[in-house]
Nanobody
Framework: QPELVESGGGLVQPGGSLRLSCAARGFPLDNYAIGWVRQAPGKEREGVSYIDNRDGSTYYAASVKGRFTISRDNAKNTVYLQMNSLNREDTAVYYC?????????????????????WGQGTQVTVSS
């Protein structure tokens, strides 16, 4: 059964860092655009970042640009999200997703089931 497995979430103080990992099992990541979508309580889903498999280009939401970095290791079939200078507004469940259409990540109305693959999510809490 193909799946995405996230890890790396947790509790961190404001200004701290975390690195999220997303491992693909049962299918090759390099056939897909891979990204991260977050969902905070009472807020709309937000496409945080994605990396396009076609040309390696990356996208970052304005809210995280300059603080987050996405990368992929095709040999390990894994994507990473390095998150620095975290603040309380970054608190959310972070989901890894894969789709053959990179622009999926730009539309907050896209439902999890619409993605080719969607992970189980990892909680990130930024609090002192």
């Amino acid at each position: 059964q193909p799946e995405l497995v996230e890890s790396g979430g947790g509790l961190v103080q404001p200004g701290g860092s975390l690195r999220l990992s997303c491992a693909a099992r049962g299918f090759p990541l390099d056939n897909y655009a891979i990204g991260w979508v977050r969902q905070a309580p009472g807020k709309e889903r937000e496409g945080v970042s994605y990396i396009d498999n076609r040309d390696g280009s990356t996208y970052y939401a304005a809210s995280v640009k300059g603080r987050f970095t996405i990368s992929r290791d095709n040999a390990k079939n894994t994507v990473y999200l390095q998150m620095n200078s975290l603040n309380r507004e970054d608190t959310a469940v972070y989901y890894c997703a894969a789709d053959r259409t990179a622009t999926m990540f730009l539309d907050p109305s896209i439902l999890p089931d619409d993605y080719d693959h969607w992970g189980q999510g990892t909680q990130v809490t930024v609090s002192s």
